[in-house]
DNA sequence: CCCGTCTTAAACAGAC
DNA sequence: CGTCTGTTTAAGACGG
């Protein structure tokens, strides 16, 4: 059928702005980055979340020590340090109790709380990386399964498309949150390197006291098994050099536990517990997530972690890396992996403190399985709040890269496997391959491409002020059919122009700048333009000086659709803005979608940012963005003049004109998409069209 | 099945 | 004469 309009040679160069690739989402996250912490965000962060932590560990390390110093210590009882082993780690958190004061004491050294603190801050970090992993991969999941079934639902999809902009916000957040936060960590020392500097703060946040205790107790109890810690780190001289006030608090026992008097950690204490409890741990977290937890060390050590043992280890380990043994708080060099593996053996065997430490360390995963739960909740009450549905696979995007979700995570909006809209029947367009999809694909973009599309689109489409402001970018460089009429598409260009009149050249020109798409088969589609012209009373042809401009006569063009819904208006609301555009005739929520706009072109309208009024369609700030795109075109141009003057001005097809619509409540235009929003005017901006315009 | 909308195709006319 | 612009007609697809 559709006629290869081969004959169209124009092909508008396809000037593909792969260049523009940035989503707004993207920026946006981006640009937090440079502010330092993920503090700034109101929510509470994962790191948030890690400062905490260590606040109340330091505090109950603090305790600790007080308790150290007072002497209430009753040496004894090892029993109790390998109860802790077999206790169940929730148990061992609930039961703090088991421990004894005296045993803390023993056990817990200034030396070896610091120790201990490294270590936790070490795990702490791992944690951390882990965690971000998870939710990273989690939102990504989530994005997919989303695009998914955007397939299959393609009206949710617009309105997803804005909340998923939202959702890779959080993701790039996070991900920004986590390199943040690795990197204040390192800066800090709490890495693990300079154990010396880290400061005791840092600590605190990472645990709560109630982990502390318990991974006290855990230490403490292993290391009476094992050894009697040494003091080594006792002396205050040792660790004085960055800890001040770590010194205070430590030493003198009848300073006060406040959380918040330093207390300093670490120091190079007992670099070989860690080692165990990392095997111990890796196998536990394995067993859930595999590999992900591994990322940090094992990054580029596959899998074998899985091995829980430690000695299966061949040519990566988890372990070790970079010549020596990672096992927390144990540096020791080793040549090779067989050397690392009889250090492991010898150094890191199953012994009592090994397994404390690896409590500790599943305290610590707990500790951060917790938070990501909280985390994983907030995420499935934004995504329900938002209306997506957290995990319906949908056949969709299934090619979509799961895979590359790594990849995908750093681009934060990326997220477009695109494999979809590859129009099957036109041609393979010279189109951008980018494709970076919109954040947000809308259903849109994922209908057909073809002559097909067209029901489905119509049907879905949202308002397309906000449709094409949130996914602006992708339709430039998609090619994908947008899910809007003729019709409205030329309107949109013409209200979105500052004059809000354009010659036929320049409605073109904006149909090859703004879509992908329509580079190609130009015979065809702009045939259709004209014909869309000519044949809708909507639009105007005024007779201009320099030619004839094309005008929209919202009247006109409000009338023409609405006439089958007859429903009421709120049910119309409804759809728009919800989810539920699908019931809608397409037409009619085409011109829903229309007239939410046109209503945000009247001037009037322009006012009345308060979005509370709901009037005509209670668009979300689908419109609402939309609204802005008008507004901005509005304001620059001719703010007096309504399309619906323009049009009483020439009606060569009719007369309507009657009433200005400008009475809606545009509440609507409050919103602000306006970056999205493709630049006012077509022949401003053309940058991209090299074709008609400059001719 | 009818009707309306939308899209596509195509014929045609007028202007440049 | 060719192209662009604009109008019109027809047909098919869709959905109510």
Known sequence: MMVESASETIRTASSN?????????????????????????????????????????????????????????????????????????????????????????????????????????????????????????????????????????????????????????????????????????????????????????????????????????????????????????????????????????????????????????????????????????????????SDEHLTPYSKGTPLQSSHSSHEEHTASHPLYGHGECKWPGCEALCEDMGQFIKHLNSEHALDDRSTAQCRVQMQVVQQLEIQLAKESERLQAMMTHLHMRPSEPKPFNQPLNLASSASLLKRDSEPFPEGLPHPPTSAAAPITPLRQGPSVISSSSLHGVGPIRRRNSDKYCTPIASELAQNCEFYKNADVRPPFTYASLIRHAILESPERQLTLNEIYNWFTRMFAYFRRNTATWKNAVRHNLSLHKCFVRVENVKGAVWTVDEVEYQKRRPPKMTGSPTLVKNMISGLGFGSLNASYQAALAESSLSLLNSPTLLNNSTGASLNMLHVGHDDVSSTVEQVNSNGSCSPGLSPQQYGHQIHVKEEPAELEEDSRPMSLIASVTQNLSMPGDERDMEEELPTEELE
């Open 17 to 289: 702005q792969n260049g523009v690739s940035s989503l707004t989402s993207q920026s946006e996250g981006g640009g937090r980055e440079g502010g330092s912490n993920g503090d700034a965000n109101g929510e509470i962060s994962p790191v948030d979340l890690l400062h905490l932590q260590q606040q109340q560990a330091l505090q109950a390390a603090r305790q600790f020590l007080l308790q150290q110093a007072t002497g209430l210590s009753s040496p004894s009882s090892n029993e109790v340090k390998q109860s802790p082993v077999q206790v169940p780690v929730s148990m061992a958190m609930m039961t703090p109790q088991m421990i004894t004061p005296q045993q803390m004491q023993q056990i817990l050294s200034p030396p070896q709380l610091q120790a201990l603190l490294q270590q936790q801050q070490a795990l702490m970090l791992q944690q951390l990386q882990e965690y971000y992993k998870k939710q990273q991969e989690q939102l990504h999941l989530q994005l997919l399964s989303q695009q998914q079934q955007v397939g299959k639902h393609a009206k949710e999809q617009q309105q997803l498309g804005s909340k998923q902009l939202a959702f890779q916000q959080q993701l790039i957040q996070m991900q920004q949150l986590q390199q943040q936060h690795i990197l204040n960590l390192q800066r800090q020392g709490l890495v693990g390197i300079q154990p010396g500097q880290v400061p005791i703060q840092g600590l605190q946040q990472a645990m709560c006291p109630t982990d502390l205790q318990q991974l006290w107790k855990d230490v403490a109890s292993v290391q009476n098994a094992d050894e009697p810690i040494k003091h080594e780190g006792l002396d205050l001289s040792t660790n004085s050099s960055n800890t001040t006030s770590y010194t205070a608090s430590k030493v003198s026992p009848q300073i006060p536990h406040h959380p918040l008097s330093n207390g300093q950690n670490s120091m190079h204490t007992p670099k070989r517990d860690r080692a165990r409890l990392f095997e111990w741990i890796s196998s536990f977290t394995k067993g859930e997530s």
